[in-house]
């Protein structure tokens, strides 16, 4: 089977089939080359819906979670984006397929540069990588429209909430239950969030001054 085939039946099987509906998520999903962002050696892995390490103790999400968060996110066309853990950049990809620009951030230097070497190979030149403490978030480029935070902290650290704009989503797995962590969506009004909680996941530790002070 063809990469493009295998990336096919990915959006079909895993994504459509399991509910997410935004025709543009999928479309954004049917043209990132997950493959190009995953370790020579799990290439054939690329269009399983698992995780996939990456280095560092990180891992690249699931197709099915990166879909699902940006659907959640319901980023539009003219959107600047947030992401909080740049990884190996594939959500990165997926979401500058959505929005106008992307912010991301990673807390490992040698990550970040791999991400962003990848991602200026691959064609996504609206995103651009920073290195530093995600929970702190990125003041000088704020407002954001929406914020897609990829690791699960004890709540959504307040610096994140207060970069969103008015109307804007953040998407964060938060652990409300050591163990249990949830998929949680806060939309800004004014100065009231109004918060969902939308999944049961399983994400690595959020590690900062707004987040853990170390691995769980």
Known sequence: ??????????????????????????????????????PQHSRDSAYDDNPLPIGDGQ????????????????????????EIGTGSGYGAAVLASLAAHVHTIERHATLAARAAETLERVG???VQVHVGDGTVGLADEAPFDAIVVTASGPEIPSPLLEQLAD???????????????????????????????LLGVVFVPLIG???YQHGR
């Open 124 to 126: 996504f030149d609206t």
């Open 59 to 82: 891992t690249i999400s699931q197709p099915y979670i990166v879909a699902f968060m940006a659907e959640a996110a319901r980023i539009t066309p003219g959107d600047t984006v947030l």
């Open 1 to 38: 089977m063809t990469t493009e085939s295998k990336r096919g039946r990915m959006v079909d099987h895993d994504l459509r089939d399991r509910g997410v509906r935004d025709e543009r998520v999928l479309a954004a999903m049917a043209r990132v080359p997950r493959e190009e962002f995953v």
């Open 209 to 211: 001054e707004h987040g």
């Open 167 to 197: 109307g804007g989503r953040i998407v964060m797995p938060v652990e409300r239950r050591r163990g249990h962590q949830q998929l949680m969506r806060a939309t800004r009004s004014g100065d009231d969030f109004a918060e969902e909680s």
